[in-house]
């Protein structure tokens, strides 16, 4: 069993900026997607932006594409995500989520997940 934990969401403006974590408990494998989805209400659960924690190659919602940055740190076993611009349809719930490789990071179940962090923007 892994256990994740999100941190770092908040209410932030328009054109905002907000850094988002994931602390995973445990041993972390290299061969292993750390992933961040979102669910805003009454929308059904997105894929938002995936990383290979071994060699760091990155996947990204079109939604978010040059806006987000997702990374890890393999000291602290921790993923990030790392989201610029926001806007207000950025709102949702977020939640990081892992699984090992190999597989599809976009359509693919995921094994862990974290409890979720409330991310507003406001307009």
């Known amino acids: 069993q892994v256990q994740l934990v999100e941190s770092g969401g908040g209410l932030v403006q328009a054109g905002g900026s907000l850094r988002l974590s994931c602390a995973a408990s445990?041993?972390?494998?290299?061969?292993?997607?750390g992933a961040w989805f979102r669910q805003a209400p009454e929308k059904e659960r997105e894929f938002v932006a995936a990383i290979t924690w071994g060699v760091g190659t990155t996947y990204y919602a079109d939604s978010v594409k040059g806006r987000f940055t997702v990374s890890r740190e393999f000291t602290k076993n921790t993923v990030y995500l790392q989201m610029n611009s926001l806007k207000p349809e950025d709102t949702a719930v977020y939640y990081c989520a892992a699984r090992r490789l190999p597989g599809n990071p976009y359509t693919d179940a995921y094994d862990y997940w974290g409890q979720g962090t409330q991310v507003t923007v406001s307009s």
């Open positions: 445990g041993r972390t494998f290299s061969r292993y997607f």
